[in-house]
C-alpha cells in the first residue's frame, strides 16, 4: 500500500510575501507526484518491439551471359601508306589534312614533264617498228609467188619472212614501252590506294622525293569499321571450354560470341555492339595470353585508332543461374557467403559459389534455390539484435529508389511530436 503523501508544513521567509501562490504551486506538484504511483501502466509498454525490416531479393533462376570485361586498343580496319612512286619535285597537295579521302582520288602532283617526253619517245618508236612492219609483210608477200615460181631462191624468201616477224617483235616492244611510259607518267599523279581518312602531309612543295626509294607522303586510315584487338588469359579460356563440355553453360547463340561492347576512357558504353571475327590459335609464350579481334561499327567516327578502351565480351550463357547484387555477397578467402531469410523470419548463413560479374551483380552457380530470400539490406540491425532474431523481409529496391517513401514516413513523427513541442514551449514561457 503506498504511503501517504504529507505536505510540508513551513516556508522561507523570502515566499511570505507570495504565500498564497506558492502553496498553490507546491500542492499540485505534490498531487501529481502522488497520483503516478497509483495509476495503470499504459497499454502495450511491456510488449515486445516490432521485428526488423530488412531487404531481400527472391531468387530467380534463369539463362545468364557471362560477360568478361578486357582490356583492348583500337586499330584501322584498313591502313594504306601513300608513298611516291615517281622521281621528281612534288609540286602541289590537293587535299585537306584529316579529312576524308576517296579511292581513286588525286593528292598529290609530282613535275611530269620528264616522263611526258619519255611516253611521246615510246609512242614515236612505236611507230617506227609498225612501218618497218608494214615494210617487211609487203616484201614477204611479194617474195611468196616468186618462190613458188623459182623466180628466187627460197633463201631470200626465208629471209624475207624472217625480217617480217622481227618487225612484228619491234612493233609488240614499242607497244610494251609506250605502256611502261604511261604508267610512270600517270605515277605522277598520287591518287589514293583506299577510301578513308587521310592524316597529315609527310613533306611540303618543292621536296624531292621518290629519289632512290618510294618517299612516304601521307597515310590513310580507314575507321569505319574498327577492330579492337585484346587478349584473355588461356586459363579463363579452358576453364569456359571445359565448363560447357560439362553442360554447366551453353554457348552464345550464333558464333563464339553473342555480343562484343566497348566502354570508353571515360566509362560510358559505346552505343553499336560488335562482333567477334577470331580467336587466335596459339597463345603467347611470354604472357599466356590468347589474342582476339572484334569488329565495330564508327559510322559517325567516334572511335579513334590507337584509343585504349575496355571490352565486355559474352562468350557464353549459365543455364539455371541467379544473379544477386554485389552487397548481398560476402567475399572472403574461405568462401562466399549469403544470407538468407527463411519462411519463420529467422536469418541464416548460407556458402554459394561465385561466377563472373555482370554489371553491378554476381553470377550465382550454386548454393541457392528458386523462391528463396536473400538478404540485401539491413545488416547493421542484424548486428544490434541477439542471434535468432526474426526479421521482416521487405523487397529491396536500390538506392536512390527508396528514399521518397522514406521522407513520406518521418511526416507523421514530426507531427506527433509537435504537441509536446508546443507545450515545451509554453511552460518556458511562463
Known amino acids: 500500500m503506498p504511503k501517504p503523501c504529507v505536505a510540508p508544513s513551513f516556508l522561507p521567509a523570502r515566499f511570505a510575501r507570495h504565500q498564497p501562490l506558492v502553496l498553490a504551486a507546491i500542492l499540485s506538484l505534490f498531487l501529481a507526484g502522488c497520483g503516478k504511483g497509483d495509476a495503470p501502466a499504459a497499454p502495450g509498454a511491456g510488449a515486445a518491439p516490432p521485428p526488423p525490416q530488412v531487404?531481400?531479393?527472391?531468387?530467380?533462376?534463369g539463362d545468364v551471359g557471362l560477360v568478361t570485361e578486357l582490356p583492348g586498343r583500337l586499330e584501322a580496319s584498313r591502313i594504306a601508306q601513300v608513298r611516291a612512286r615517281a622521281a621528281g619535285i612534288l609540286q602541289k597537295r590537293l587535299f585537306r589534312e584529316g579529312s576524308d579521302v576517296k579511292e581513286g582520288q588525286a593528292l598529290f602532283t609530282i613535275d611530269s614533264a620528264p616522263y611526258a617526253a619519255a611516253a611521246a619517245s615510246a609512242r614515236a618508236g612505236q611507230a617506227r617498228a609498225e612501218a618497218n612492219l608494214a615494210q617487211a609483210t609487203a616484201l614477204a608477200e611479194r617474195y611468196k609467188p616468186l618462190v613458188e615460181a623459182n623466180a628466187i631462191s627460197k633463201q631470200e624468201y626465208a629471209n624475207a619472212v624472217a625480217a617480217q616477224k622481227q618487225a612484228a617483235a619491234d612493233v609488240a616492244v614499242g607497244k610494251a614501252n609506250v605502256q611502261t611510259a604511261s604508267i610512270t607518267l600517270g605515277y605522277a599523279s598520287v591518287t589514293a590506294p583506299i577510301s578513308g581518312r587521310i592524316g597529315r602531309s609527310l613533306v611540303t612543295e618543292g621536296a624531292l622525293v621518290g629519289q632512290g626509294d618510294?618517299?612516304?607522303?601521307?597515310?590513310?586510315?580507314?575507321?569505319?569499321?574498327m577492330y579492337v584487338n585484346f587478349t584473355q588469359s588461356a586459363s579463363d579460356?579452358?576453364?569456359?571450354?571445359?565448363?560447357?563440355?560439362?553442360?554447366?553453360?551453353?554457348?552464345?547463340?550464333?558464333?563464339?560470341?553473342?555480343s562484343v561492347r566497348i566502354v570508353l576512357e571515360d566509362g560510358t558504353e559505346y552505343a553499336q555492339p560488335g562482333r567477334l571475327l577470331f580467336s587466335d590459335l596459339t597463345v603467347d609464350a611470354t604472357t599466356g595470353q590468347i589474342t582476339l579481334r572484334a569488329e565495330v561499327p564508327n559510322a559517325g567516327g567516334q572511335l579513334l585508332p590507337g584509343l585504349y578502351v575496355r571490352v565486355r565480351l559474352e562468350q557464353a550463357q549459365a543455364t539455371n543461374a541467379i544473379t544477386l547484387p554485389q552487397q548481398a555477397?560476402?567475399?572472403?578467402?574461405?568462401?562466399?557467403?549469403?544470407m538468407v531469410v527463411g519462411s519463420d523470419g529467422k536469418v541464416t548463413s548460407r556458402t554459394i559459389k561465385v561466377g563472373s560479374s555482370k554489371g553491378a551483380q554476381w553470377v550465382v552457380l550454386e548454393g541457392l534455390k528458386a523462391g528463396e530470400q536473400v538478404m540485401v539490406d539491413g545488416f547493421q540491425k542484424l548486428q544490434m539484435m541477439p542471434p535468432g532474431t526474426p526479421v521482416k523481409p521487405v523487397p529491396w529496391q536500390p538506392a536512390g529508389a527508396a528514399s521518397a517513401p522514406a521522407a513520406g514516413a518521418s511526416a507523421p513523427a514530426a507531427t506527433g511530436t509537435a504537441p509536446a513541442a508546443s507545450a515545451a514551449a509554453s511552460s518556458a514561457a511562463k
Open 214 to 225: 618510294a618517299t612516304q607522303l601521307a597515310v590513310i586510315q580507314q575507321i569505319n569499321p
Open 237 to 258: 579460356v579452358m576453364k569456359l571450354r571445359a565448363a560447357m563440355a560439362s553442360g554447366q553453360f551453353k554457348r552464345a547463340s550464333g558464333s563464339d560470341a553473342a
Open 55 to 61: 531487404g531481400v531479393v527472391t531468387v530467380t533462376p
Open 329 to 338: 555477397v560476402t567475399r572472403t578467402a574461405q568462401g562466399d557467403t549469403v
